[in-house]
């Protein structure tokens, strides 16, 4: 059997499919090597030095270079898998793609975006606050985007893994948007919302071993609590496109246009819009009809 042929079959069942559209969550067995976790963990720290395998546009400049690099507490990196060949291998994994396909039922898989935190041990009130992933992507289309989250590690409760509150994908657009953000940290207060709209509050905790990962639907409320462990909780993020998504132009409030540091940094389409099928920023992770897997190797 074919390398390919393998990847195919490594799906969701119809039973897992079902839980995932249900409940906006899933977690996968031990299907990641440990050789490509361990890689990415490399890479992160090349990054960390400062070496760079591609240079993305505008970084340090417009959009930033999406830091702090350095210092003791939680550190977020972007756009890691364009940047770094070690990262890219895990991120642009075709078993990711092939698995998030069978979620979404969708028949081909693009990147969005990787992002990558580091919690150091030790913490006590640095919370990743209740959040919407789909909130921050206002020029997509498609409301079936999702999310793999990576830990690089074994990761228990005490290292602050990924929460999900259960089934929140079918109501959190009920919530207001100044109720949910990245950089909230009361993490009860939400509660007494969701149960004021007649849903229950279920935060599901995901303790994954090394070599498993999670789904989560680009509607579904998420977080962390913090790292109380004496060692550092490391994960990758992978945020995926499927076929259906395009670009639309979207406004904020005040009237200007809601732009992304993807729209700056791939093509444009005949439309002059960004296109998000543009294969050096948003490779193909899994496409069915032509059982193709995993972006370029190289940029």
């Excluded at 657009?173 to 004021?196: I, P, T, W």
Aim: aromatic share 10%; with cysteine.
């Amino acid at each position: 059997m074919t390398t390919t042929s393998l990847i195919q079959e490594m799906k969701l069942t119809l039973a897992e499919t079902s839980f995932y559209q249900e409940h906006g969550w899933v977690a996968t067995g031990t299907v990641l090597d440990e050789q490509i976790l361990d890689g990415a963990w490399e890479g992160l720290q090349q990054h960390w030095t400062g070496h760079r395998d591609h240079v993305l546009p505008f970084a340090g400049k417009r959009f930033g270079d999406w830091m702090p690099v350095d210092g003791d507490g939680t550190r977020n990196n972007e756009y890691l898998s364009l940047q770094n060949l070690k990262v890219r291998k895990l991120a642009w994994s075709p078993i990711i793609g092939r698995i998030a396909a069978s979620a979404a039922i969708s028949t081909e898989i693009r990147l969005f975006d990787d992002q990558l935190v580091y919690k150091p041990g030790g913490q006590t009130g640095e919370a990743v606050g209740w959040h919407v992933d789909g909130d921050y992507w206002g020029t997509c289309t498609s409301q079936q985007m999702l999310t793999a989250w990576i830990p690089l590690h074994d990761c228990a409760e005490e290292h602050g893994p990924l929460v999900v509150l259960d089934g929140s994908h079918k109501w959190s657009h009920l919530l207001e948007r100044s109720e949910l953000s990245f950089h909230k940290a009361d993490m009860e207060g939400l509660a007494r919302k969701v149960n004021q709209l007649g849903f229950e509050f279920k935060p599901v905790v995901m303790n994954l071993k090394k070599g498993q990962f999670s789904l989560h639907h680009c509607r579904t409320v998420h977080g962390s609590y913090p790292n109380r462990s004496a060692r550092p909780r490391i994960a990758l993020a992978v945020h995926m496109q499927d076929e259906s998504n395009k670009y639309k132009n979207t406004l904020r409030p005040d009237g200007r246009p809601i732009e992304l540091f993807n729209d700056v940094i791939c093509r444009r389409d005949e439309n002059g819009d960004p296109d998000y099928k543009d294969d050096s920023v948003f490779p193909v992770l899994w496409a069915e009809l032509s059982n193709k897997a995993g972006g370029p190797a190289e940029l």
